[in-house]
C-alpha cells in the first residue's frame, strides 16, 4: 500500500511509496548518515547547485542538510514568504562526481543549473518551487528533484515526473552484499525525444513545454497544471471517463488492491451517476462520482485517496486505471500487463510518452505509478551509498 511521506513544504507531497508502513526494523544496520555520490553527465557548462531539504524524522523539524548531512531548522517565515537562508551546496563540474551525505529525512534532492534556487519562508513552512505559476521566481532556472526517505528501515529513492519532466537524471543504491539498483535513465535521445513526442500530440499537449526567452527547453508541466492553468482543455479525459461510466453501469468492476492479498477484493458499479463499490459480504464501502481531468491527473479531488484500508487503495487503483486508459479493456483492476497501457486515443499523453522514453519502461509519471510496480523507485534496508547521476539534456 502507497504511504504518502509529507516533506514539510507548502503544497508539496512526497511520493515514495510504502515508506512507514513496512515491516520490522533494521534498526542499526542502517545508519544516521548514508554518503549520496552525485555525478555530472550533463554535459552542461553552468555551475551546479545542489540542496537536501526535508523532515527530520527524529523530531519532525523542517530544514535543510549541509554536505556532511548536518540538520539546520528552518527559521519562522512570515507573511509574505521571507526568503529562506542559503542552503546550496557546490555540485560538482560537467564530467566529475561529488559526494554529500544525506541523513534520515523524508525530503527532497533538488539540484539547478546556472542559478541558485528561490526558495521561501511562510508561517506555514517551506514554499517550493511554483512553475506553473508565471511569476515564480524560479521559472526560468532549469532544475528538477529527487526524493527520499531514509529512516530504520532503510532508503528509498525516487525519480519523479510527477510535477514536470525537466532535466534528466537516474537514482540508484548500492546494496549490502555490494551490488547496485538504479533506475531514472533515459533512452539514448529520451529527452529530445520526449519533448518531439509531445509537441507532436494533438489536443494542446504542446502547451505543456516551457522554454527560456534565449531557446533552453525547461520542461514540461504535469497534466494537471496543464488543466489547472488552462494549457490542456478541461476536458481533455471527458470522452474516456463517460465511457468507463457507461461500461460499468451494466458490467462489474473488480479491484483486487494488495498483491499480497488477492481475496481482497471490491466490486463497483454505476447506480446513479455514482460508481459505487461493495465488499465480498455485499456491503457497501465506498463510492465515486464521475472525475474531471484534474481528478484523475492528480489523484484527489474526486479521487481522493485517503491513507486507509479501503477508499484509499480503491482510488489509487482507479486512478491508475484512467491514467493508463486499462479501465474499458480489463474489468478486473489493476491490470499490470503493460502492453495495454495508453492504448486508447484519450490518454494521459504525458505519462504515456515519459514510460516510452525511459531505458526501463519504469517513472513516477503521476502520483500512484507505482500501482503494478511501474515506479522509478530504488530500496535497500542496509544501503551502503546512494547514487544520482544527471544525464544529457539530449
Avoid at 532508503?155 to 547496485?180: E, H
Wanted: charged share 15%; net charge positive.
Amino acid at each position: 500500500m502507497r504511504t504518502r511521506i509529507a516533506l514539510g513544504l507548502v503544497g508539496a507531497v512526497a511520493l515514495v511509496g510504502a515508506l512507514l508502513t513496512l515491516g520490522p526494523s533494521a534498526g542499526a544496520a542502517v545508519p544516521d548518515t548514508v554518503p549520496l555520490k552525485i555525478t555530472n553527465n550533463s554535459g552542461r557548462a553552468e555551475q551546479l547547485y545542489v540542496y537536501n531539504l526535508g523532515t527530520l524524522l527524529s523530531t519532525g523539524r523542517q530544514g535543510w542538510a549541509d554536505a556532511a548531512g548536518g540538520f539546520h531548522a528552518w527559521p519562522a517565515g512570515g507573511t509574505p514568504p521571507t526568503p529562506a537562508p542559503d542552503a546550496s551546496i557546490a555540485g560538482p563540474a560537467a564530467g566529475g562526481s561529488a559526494t554529500i551525505r544525506i541523513p534520515r529525512f523524508s525530503g527532497r534532492i533538488y539540484f539547478s543549473y546556472g542559478h541558485k534556487l528561490d526558495f521561501r519562508l511562510t508561517t506555514g513552512g517551506l514554499v517550493q518551487p511554483a512553475v506553473q505559476n508565471p511569476g515564480d521566481p524560479n521559472r526560468n532556472i532549469l532544475f528538477n528533484w529527487s526524493e527520499y526517505t531514509l529512516n530504520d528501515s532503510g532508503l528509498w529513492l525516487n525519480s519523479t515526473q510527477v510535477d514536470m519532466f525537466s532535466a534528466p537524471y537516474a537514482v540508484g543504491v548500492q546494496r549490502a552484499d555490494g551490488s547496485t539498483l538504479s533506475t531514472g535513465h533515459l533512452k539514448a535521445g529520451g529527452y529530445n525525444g520526449f519533448f518531439n513526442a509531445l509537441r507532436g500530440q494533438p489536443g494542446g499537449w504542446a502547451n505543456l513545454v516551457q522554454t527560456r526567452s534565449d531557446g533552453t527547453v525547461l520542461r514540461a508541466l504535469s497534466p494537471l497544471y496543464g488543466v489547472e492553468t488552462g494549457a490542456l482543455p478541461a476536458n481533455v479525459m471527458a470522452d474516456y471517463v463517460n465511457r468507463v461510466w457507461q461500461k460499468y453501469a451494466t458490467t462489474t468492476l473488480t479491484v483486487t488492491p494488495f498483491a499480497d492479498r488477492p481475496g481482497t477484493k471490491y466490486y463497483g458499479r454505476v447506480s446513479g451517476g455514482v460508481l459505487n463499490f461493495t465488499d465480498s459480504s455485499g456491503a457497501f464501502v465506498t463510492g465515486f462520482r464521475k472525475p474531471d481531468a484534474a481528478s484523475v491527473f492528480g489523484c484527489h479531488r474526486l479521487l481522493d485517496a485517503p491513507n486507509d484500508a479501503v477508499r484509499g487503495p480503491i482510488s489509487r487503483t482507479l486512478c491508475a486505471g484512467f491514467n493508463r486508459s486499462t479501465l474499458l479493456v480489463n474489468p478486473n483492476q489493476p491490470d499490470t500487463t503493460t502492453a495495454a497501457f495508453y492504448q486508447d486515443v484519450v490518454t494521459n499523453h504525458y505519462a504515456r510518452t515519459i514510460h516510452a522514453q525511459m531505458a526501463d519502461g519504469k517513472a513516477y509519471a503521476f502520483a500512484f505509478d507505482d500501482v503494478g510496480q511501474q515506479e522509478s523507485l530504488v530500496h535497500d534496508g542496509s544501503p551502503r551509498q546512494a547514487y544520482l547521476t544527471l544525464d544529457p539534456l539530449s
